[in-house]
């Protein structure tokens, strides 16, 4: 908290010098979504009770950008969400809540057209993952059964050099806990053919140090028709275990975890495939997962060890999507307008799963409807098993701005 | 006897050539001139595209541009849902951002990653010697105006088109046409300038008409205006992390 209100002054403070510029002018830009959700409970689940739940749900949420910026660069960014939420079906009672969520605020400076700095709370770009980034010990992590949860920044100076052949960014991380305070650095090259590399390294006291590798390549990018395949890497090692321990058994020493996958669209149908793997060294084995399962049961493993972990419990997962962007591309007037998705999270230690169905229309300028339906299923000591809720509903109606 | 007749077919076969020798002198030359006639090698200016369907449906998009020779950073700024989605063209490799995320990944020059008729390259195609070999095929009338008829020839395999044929008006050295075929030879598309205003013996503003020929009723209108020489413009914006930083925002100037 304390390294917020910090950063917002300081903010402020840069936001003030550079209005004094020229031409410099403030832009809004998000969406407005209205949601309803109707959910299932999973009456097997262990978290009945310990995670809030709501067979019926609305709500509004506002995503706002408001960027500074002189000419076209930004000299800082105000991102935020602002979300009200009506719980309507919740033994009876109605309960409304408001919240509003600074995701990134800052400010950047430049000096001349090779070093830049940003501060304020912001996202540090690390992993090359699109549905989790297992090699990230900064940002708050991803939820791969939450791909359209907007993310937070950290509270950070970042310092960029960025030239063509090679860029370094160097940054410090505040928390609110000193110990947890950080440093680390990353050098990125493009200099390999069709090859995006970064290496990167972390230290702070409490977090230890963390070494990663990411690495994207597209390997038949000379190739018309297949320019569209890409594959990606990012791994790490680390020197202190990130997650309580549920299991008596030993981790393997350096703790390291890695993800691979790749992404191709198809040509003239335009369908986009996205494969991923991920494998974490501290994720419990089907064994120690269904132990953890009946701790919880006989009230010996806290529940809060098992539900701060999402898709993170077992050590290695896969997720499938296919995108069809539009059914056609050709000015249907209804078909042009209706996308689909689909894509399957599957924990491979325990074979449970998460998976999601959507629909998405365009129907009206500047806006989109989508109906979503998440179905989470595996046995009672399995992960997605033990989701609260084995079904779920979502109607968006969303207006850009 | 063998060797007047090989010099008469020689001779022969040169005649075509001599006929379509460039009256302008050196072509690569004079297509440079052409291409700083549409746009400064380092500039920046502003898009309109509309595509109409032969449904009756159509697509707008605007968004700005800026140029460094063969590197392009364009930047959406309508529909809003598009807003902060951008395209990247360093010389041969192309980029998106997510306008979401920010995330940037590669993408392919024949991609319509905006969807409508025109495809990535057509959005930062602005050095047509570094992406082409030019031949002069003779003089041609287009709308009752003199051009030049030439003949590109892709050099790199990933450039969306294997051949294009040019015509440019000889008094203003506007591209006032240019057809793009496929590997087959078959037209896929071409574009006619339906409207150009100069200043200082560039264009200011132009507006060209992109038509499918496969389905004529559906086509795309691309307007570029606020057409701007800069001093300079630094490399970085050509850069994967720069375009990652968000940086480089949709500010309509």
């Known amino acids: ?401 | 006897m063998k060797r007047l007749a090989f010099v008469l077919i020689a001779v022969a076969a040169a005649l075509p050539l001599a006929a379509q020798s460039f009256p302008e002198g050196d072509v690569v030359a004079y297509i440079d001139k052409v291409d700083a006639v549409t746009l400064p090698v380092n500039s920046k200016g502003r898009m309109a595209v509309v595509d109409t369907f032969s449904s009756g449906d159509d697509r707008a998009s605007d968004g700005f541009f800026v140029r460094k020779d063969n590197r392009v950073v364009w930047v959406a700024t309508a529909p809003a849902s598009q807003k902060n989605f951008a395209l990247l063209r360093d010389q041969d490799v192309f980029w998106q951002r997510f306008a979401a995320t920010n995330k940037v990944v590669k993408t392919s020059a024949t991609a319509n990653s905006r969807g409508g008729e025109t495809s990535n390259l057509d959005l930062t195609r602005f050095n047509t010697n570094l992406d082409y070999a030019v031949k002069y095929l003779g003089e041609d009338d287009v709308d009752g105006k003199a051009c030049y008829r030439f003949e590109l020839r892709a050099k790199n395999r990933k450039l969306a088109y294997s051949l294009v044929q040019l015509w440019v008006e000889k008094s203003t050295r506007i591209p006032v046409k240019k057809a793009f075929f496929a590997v087959s030879e078959k037209v896929l598309k071409y574009y006619t300038v339906t409207k150009a205003e100069m200043k200082d013996g560039r264009i200011a503003e132009m507006e060209m008409q992109y038509v499918d020929a496969l389905k004529p009723q559906d086509t795309s209108r691309l307007r570029i205006f606020d057409i701007t020489p800069l001093s300079s413009v630094p490399e970085q914006f050509f850069t994967r992390e720069y375009l990652e930083s968000g940086r480089l925002y949709p500010y309509e100037f």
Request: hydrophobic share 40%; net charge negative.
């Open chain 1, 1 to 401: 908290m304390k390294s917020s209100v910090l950063a917002t002054a300081l903010v402020i403070a840069l936001a003030g010098h550079a209005a004094a510029q020229d031409q410099a002018a403030f832009k809004l830009s998000g969406d407005v979504d209205a949601q309803a959700i109707s959910s299932a409970q999973n009456m097997s689940s262990v978290f009945q009770g310990f995670t809030p739940f709501s067979e019926v749900a609305a709500g509004g949420i506002i995503d706002g950008k408001l960027a500074f910026s002189r000419r076209y660069t930004t000299l800082g960014l105000f991102d935020f969400t602002f979300q009200e939420n009506n719980v309507l079906d919740h033994n009876g009672a109605k309960i409304e809540s408001l919240s509003l969520l600074v995701n990134e605020l800052y400010a950047d400076l430049n000096y001349g057209d090779l070093l830049y700095l940003r501060l304020g709370k912001q996202r540090l770009k690390w992993g090359a993952g699109f549905i989790y980034n297992p090699s990230d010990p900064v940002n708050p992590p991803k939820d791969p059964t939450a791909l359209r949860a907007v993310r937070e920044g950290v509270t950070a100076l970042k310092l960029e050099v960025i030239t063509k052949p090679l860029s370094v960014m160097t940054f410090g991380v505040l928390y609110d806990v000193l110990g947890q305070t950080g440093v680390g650095s990353r050098v990125s090259t493009p200099l390999i053919p069709n090859t995006d590399l970064a290496l990167s390294g972390y230290w702070s006291q409490n977090e230890s140090w963390t070494l990663a590798l990411n690495a994207s390549v597209a390997p038949l990018y000379e190739m018309p028709g297949w320019d569209t395949l890409q594959l990606w890497f990012e791994g790490c090692i680390y020197d202190k275990a990130r997650y309580l321990l549920v299991s008596s058994a030993p981790a393997v020493y350096p703790y390291y975890s890695f993800l691979t996958g790749g992404t191709a669209t198809l040509p003239e149908i335009r369908t986009v495939v996205l494969l991923e793997y991920y494998h974490l060294s501290e994720g419990l084995s089907a064994g120690d997962l269904a132990g953890a399962y009946q701790g919880v049961r006989a009230g010996t493993v806290p529940r809060s060890y098992m539900a701060g972990r999402p898709a993170r419990l077992g050590s290695d997962y896969l997720f499938i999507s296919v995108t069809q962007p539009t059914l056609t591309d050709d000015g249907n007037l209804v078909f042009d307008k209706i996308g689909l998705l689909a894509s399957c999270l599957v924990s491979l230690t325990d074979a449970s799963f998460f998976a999601t169905g959507g629909v998405t229309t365009t129907f009206v300028k500047d806006s989109e409807v989508d109906l979503t339906v998440t179905w989470a299923n595996g046995g009672p000591e399995t992960e997605f098993g033990n989701a609260l809720s084995s079904v779920a509903v979502t109607l968006d109606a969303k207006v850009f701005f």
